[in-house]
């Protein structure tokens, strides 16, 4: 059973920065993309970040510049940089893994910004 388990989130200030990890188990397949996506409160999920197994990578505009991600494929493992993280960035984050009609969602990691 395929599995995404994600690690890192937490409570920082204004400014702090955080490292999200997601590791996918129960599989030696390699997804052509695994990215990061938020949900915050009464709003939509939105993409945060992704990238192709090529290292091929897209970014909301709003973490542009802020944030980083990067994969280990060997690891089958993604992994979010936040910097200069802003209260509007407080949201739960889920790790997505994706190939063609499989699609897979972890957890969710709460990622909370305080002024």
């Known amino acids: 059973q395929v599995q995404l388990v994600e690690s890192g989130g937490g409570l920082v200030q204004t400014g702090g920065s955080l490292r999200l990890s997601c590791v996918v188990s129960?599989?030696?397949?390699?997804?052509?993309?695994m990215g990061w996506y938020r949900q915050a409160p009464g709003k939509q999920r939105e993409l945060v970040a992704r990238?192709?197994?090529?290292?091929?990578?897209n970014y909301a505009d709003s973490v542009k510049g802020r944030f980083t991600i990067s994969r280990d494929n060997t690891k089958n493992m993604v992994t979010l940089q936040m910097n200069s993280l802003k209260p509007e960035d407080t949201a739960v984050y889920y790790c997505n893994a994706n190939h063609v009609l499989l699609n897979y969602w972890g957890q969710g990691t709460q990622v909370t910004i305080s002024s």
């Open positions: 990238i192709t197994s090529g290292g091929s990578t």
């Open positions: 129960g599989t030696i397949f390699s997804f052509n993309v």
